[in-house]
């Protein structure tokens, strides 16, 4: 749910930063903020919610979930977020035994 959250939120930060803001100070168009601003507050809420119980469900250490919060207040930090949430691989099949 984290991942999600974290991926929701920094498109609505995006939004919010290269779409809302360049309408209300190119175009005066503040009803753009307004919207997008709300919606990207609530989704953020919902996110250090969803970082809040996986730090605790988890047992996180508090400089992991410190990063994962910080990445949040970057525009494009969710990809970090996402790319180090993602689960690895399967785990590769162990070699047979040479004889």
Known sequence: MLRIAAFVEGIS???LLFIAMPL?????QP???RVVG???GMLFLWFVAALFR???EREWA??????VFVASLLPFGFLWIDRHLR???SPRP?????A
């Open 24 to 28: 209300k100070y190119l175009y005066d």
């Open 31 to 33: 009803e753009a903020v």
């Open 13 to 15: 930060f995006l939004l």
């Open 38 to 40: 709300m919606v990207h």
């Open 62 to 67: 508090l400089g992991a979930s410190l990063r």
């Open 94 to 98: 162990a070699a047979p035994p040479t």
């Open 54 to 56: 996986a730090h605790t």
């Open 87 to 89: 689960p690895s691989a």
